[in-house]
């Protein structure tokens, strides 16, 4: 039937007359959710097996020292431009699981049980992510370090400090080692941050851990299919990943870059968490040149969860594209 501009108007009035509220109340199919389900995805890589576990991420004010050489009102800029709050910034967390077939390796280890208490529950949540995701602690064969900061190493110990991981061979790169156990370095580090991150990694890895860890070198492969790259810059033993299987291949980035926007969209930035952020910025540009000429996917830590993307040379930046969710394996 002809729907006419008369019939039209008639069922406008009808409705204009009808009560906007039925007399009996409404009532929820269900409770009103007060949490997220556990967050974790896997894919894979030819015959291994990633699981990508969130840790949370941390909010925070957007200080005019985070970026140090460039205005606050520019990163503002950037950070709308990708839809994201002014004067606020987002970090996010996501260690990886990887099943060799032979082993199971957890690359990095968040925030630890700490920092979930003191984030309520906003980060630090590795080890209960990993378990959701069906994995025991006790079975994991190696834990693979990328560099000593307190969000990749600080889950390597429980809340009580014992280790988080009890049958596991624990690896790190050996120039990081190197560094954060020098009492020299240590004694030469500026107050504050870097006193602190000493600190911290003296009683993960000595009071923690008894110094029971494999030092590795770049060039050579620390678990089946899993070779350690070179990036220094952000740390002076910063290490990265190629993981392949078959014809399967990722670049596993570690921290060349945080959160890519703004940092990939803007790789000449330099944070001030990198400890030298001219020799960050060359790594970055070198590596993200790399992996869009041999358009490998990048798997990075502080990427949005679950953190696997495509990157473009976009202008003097680049561009990461997330890879599409895929419900099965």
Known sequence: MELTRRHALAGAAAIATAPLLSAAPAKAAAPVADKQAPSYYRYK?????????????????????????????????????????????????????????????????????VSKANSKGANGLFADNFVAA?????????????????????????????????????LVPATEWKFWMDDGEMSRAPAGRMQGLFKNNRNIFEAGLKKKVTPYEWGKEVAPGLLAVETVGHTPGHTSYVLSSGSGKVFIQSDVTNNPNPFATNPGWHAFFDQDGDVAEKTRRRVYDMVVAEKLQVQGFHYPFPGLGNVEKDGGGYRVVPAPWNPTI
Not at 66 to 85: G, Q, R, S, W
């Open 134 to 170: 069906g994995f025991d602690p006790k079975a994991v064969d190696l834990v693979v370090i990328s560099h000593f900061h307190g969000d990749h190493v600080n889950g390597l110990l429980t809340a009580d400090g014992t280790p988080a991981f009890p049958n596991a061979e624990v």
């Open 45 to 113: 890589v030819g015959d291994i097996l990633v699981t990508v576990v969130s840790d949370g991420k941390n909010v925070f004010k957007l200080e005019d020292s985070f970026i140090t050489n460039a205005k606050k009102d520019e990163v503002n800029a950037a950070l709308v431009k990708a839809f994201m709050p002014p004067d606020m910034m987002t970090i996010h967390f996501a260690p990886l699981v990887i099943n060799t077939g032979g082993k199971l390796v957890v690359i990095d280890t968040g925030n630890g049980a």
